[in-house]
């Protein structure tokens, strides 16, 4: 059975760690999207409040954590880490597999430790309301529940797929009070162009993303916050990888393998990036690996160049793996990693071979995700499948080459709100999807943005 590491409310970390201090190549600048030139805070003004505009480009190692953002943590961080003794067992493997378990916050996911931070700083500027999209609708449960905590109103785009295909995710976000619309929506000009197009598109976050972003650009007292690919969303999430390795320490143990889901990095960058300081700065080589599913897989056949954060092109320009911004991925349900694009910092870090990037197809995710409930007891969203299947490749490889690694993953969420996708699977009813390269090249070839 499970083996439990624990820690205590005085061992939350009292800064995040920001990674851009130690990597060899910086991340490029964003650029405007119509000059093309370098922007400065002017233009993330009218979104983001100054502070975390300055956490976005700051070169500091450590930002310190409000001491109410600490508070609010203590809901419910720590978060535990498990030794996977059942799925070590049920694998027949040498390897010893750990997990982060996520799923105990009050949203489900590692999303509000983001979401906090993002709605204390928008309180301390005043900001009366917040407009953000969502996938799969973790990060809108997240950001909903921060901004009831903070007293500011909250406007939630959410991708349609996912809208049509979690509506207790909906529930949830209005609980708290939020406003929920699918996106496309008839709400934005954004979305009222895409629907010109296609009355019956699936959504996407890019689309999602444009209509929060254009809504957030027409008031003065409402601002936008985004649940991950920003350097500031990264590195509040490095609270998870800096309780692991503490929780490591005491367990006389640390990883050879550090393995997440991929959406846009945030999960990633949360439990890898303070084990990648070990590498950088002591030259250590522990592999951390990105799990992607193959219907969007920009890591692993994307292209490393400039692009939009969103379809209609309201974003600057970011330096990126992207699969192009009006890619629409199928509607898998994993709808937190259905984004064309990689952030800045997880895309410089793949571009210089300092991280590893595997795909995944749905059903073999489903699988895996059922293995490790029958294992370990807890049923694993639809995302966090990816980083199992993950695990599960690399301790079969462990068993053929002999070794025995030291495996860490991130299980960022529970899947309580994804059981009609566990019953398509369990029905054998559930779609396989895989991007074709021809797919790619015809969105890629859309592109006009700068070549890196």
Known sequence: MQKKITLTEDEIPESWYNIVADMPNKPLPPLHPGTHEPIGPEMLAPLFPMELIKQEVTADKWVG??????????????????????????????????????????????KPNTAVPQAYYNKQEGVKRITTETGAGQWGSALSFACQLFGIECDVYMVRASYEGKPYRKIMMNTWGANVYPSPSERTQAGRSILAQDPNSPGSLGIAISEAV??????????????????????HQTVIGLEAITQLEKAGDFPDIVVAPFGGGSNFAGIAFPFLRYNLEEGKSIRCIAAEPASCPKLTRGVFRYDLGD?????????????????????????GLRYHGAGAIVSQLLNDGLIEAQAFKQLECFDAGIKFARAEGIIPAPEATHAIA????????????GTSPTILFN?????????????????GKLVEHEVTQEEIMASLAELDTPLI
């Open 390 to 401: 993950t695990v599960i490749r690399e301790a079969q490889r462990a068993n053929e080459e």
């Open 65 to 110: 954590i409000p001491e109410e953002v600490r508070e609010v943590y203590k809901i419910w961080r720590p978060t535990p880490m498990f030794r996977a003794t059942g799925l070590e067992k049920m694998l027949g493997t040498r390897a010893k597999i750990y997990y982060k378990y996520e799923g105990v916050s009050p949203a489900g996911s590692h």
């Open 411 to 427: 299980l960022c969420g529970h899947g309580h709100f994804d059981m009609a996708s566990y019953e398509q699977y369990l029905a």
């Open 311 to 335: 379809t209609v092109g309201m974003t600057p320009l970011l330096p990126m793996y992207t699969l192009g911004h009006n890619f629409i991925p199928a509607p898998i349900h994993a709808g």
């Open 214 to 235: 254009e809504l957030a650009m027409q008031a003065d007292d409402t601002k936008y916050a985004l649940g991950s690919v920003l350097n500031h969303v990264l590195m």
